[in-house]
């Protein structure tokens, strides 16, 4: 389903207003500087994700999922390669050593980085758009992309972007997963704020 480039520009900045909201707090829960990059959009389908995940080194992936309902509903997913979720903990418990960190402690404090960016990208669209969301507690998965993105067939907003944190680059994915009704009420609700 192709968006017009004025449908992209609107979700682009949407996703970047998200993002400098998370990172903001984020800066304020870690008390230092956290920097997110703009993020690069794309609109895939699911198995173009899943085709574009399979030419990675890492087939098993680290994820904080949020389900959203409302007038689009669907899944809101943040995903780190496990070389960048273990840096992320490291900078954030300030431990020097994964070791000090046990699987619990790692479990919540990936939760909590997903739900603040997370919330900080849906919050953001929805804010913008007009329309209210409820969402789900997080949850956290170490999976493979088919088992977090299920069995839909909708379309997926996929957000690359890096966290700049202490010297470190920490890559990270935001994926919206919307199923095809959802997408339409999306894209009619940023048709609707371009036409003021």
């Keep these: ?8 520009d609107i979700m682009q900045e949407l996703i970047n207003i998200g993002v400098g ?5 984020l ?3 870690v008390n230092t500087h956290i920097q997110l990059q703009v993020p690069v959009l794309r609109v895939l389908t699911p198995n173009q994700l899943a085709a574009l995940y399979a030419t990675r080194p890492n087939s098993v992936f680290s994820a ?8 689009f509903a669907g899944i809101s997913a943040l995903i780190f390669p496990p070389k960048s979720a273990d840096k992320l903990i490291n900078v954030v418990l300030g431990n020097g050593a994964m070791p000090g960190a046990d699987d619990s402690m790692r479990t919540a404090t990936l ?6 960016v997370l919330n900080g990208v849906m919050g953001s669209i929805a804010n913008i758009l007009g329309e209210p969301l409820r969402y789900s507690p997080p949850d956290y ?17 996929v957000a690359s ?3 700049s944190m202490k010297d470190h680059l920490i890559d990270g994915e935001v994926l919206i997963i919307f199923s095809l009704s959802s997408f339409d009420s999306l894209l009619s609700a940023i ?5 003021g």
């Design 1 to 8: 389903m192709p968006l017009s480039s004025l449908q992209l």
């Design 21 to 25: 909201r998370a990172a903001g707090m």
């Design 27 to 29: 800066n304020q829960m």
């Design 64 to 71: 904080v999922q949020l389900s959203f309902t409302g007038q």
């Design 111 to 116: 939760q909590e980085v997903g739900n603040i």
């Design 141 to 157: 998965i170490e999976a493979d992309i088919s088992s977090i993105i299920g069995q839909g067939n909708g379309m997926i907003l």
């Design 161 to 163: 972007t890096q966290f």
């Design 191 to 195: 048709d609707t704020l371009a036409a």
